[in-house]
């Protein structure tokens, strides 16, 4: 059966849905990285979790997983694909919204901060890919 959508952001939604994948996918945009160098950098999500996010991104061709070495243990890195890498505008905009919804909080008088504000992640893949 052929899938429907209404709208396309229901297309988009699928892909990149929820809480973790939009996070993982602006750690990727710094580059390659290991499973746990993502699990650092992302300290609330659960490793099964993660494992589940990247196979899921994986298959929807967003990642990529490469394994290096012929024998155990191995090294495993996940990387965007050149289809990945075009979420990049979608998710800088994101959080640039989001940004603006922490300055709106805070002047509203509700205490909020962003731990790493200087994170760009996104922002070198769209000066790449234009």
Known sequence: MAKTYNIGVEATLEVIGGKWKPIILCHLGKGQQRSSELRREIPDITQK???Q???ELEGDGIIVRHVHG????FCVTYDLTAFGKTLGG????MSVWGERRI????EAGEPVEI??????GYADIL???G
């Open 70 to 73: 012929t024998k155990a243990p």
């Open 115 to 120: 731990l790493n504000p200087d994170h760009s």
């Open 90 to 93: 979608i998710l800088v905009q």
């Open 49 to 51: 979790m993660l494992t």
């Open 103 to 106: 300055e709106q909080l805070n």
């Open 53 to 55: 996010q990247l196979r």
């Open 127 to 129: 000066n790449q890919v």
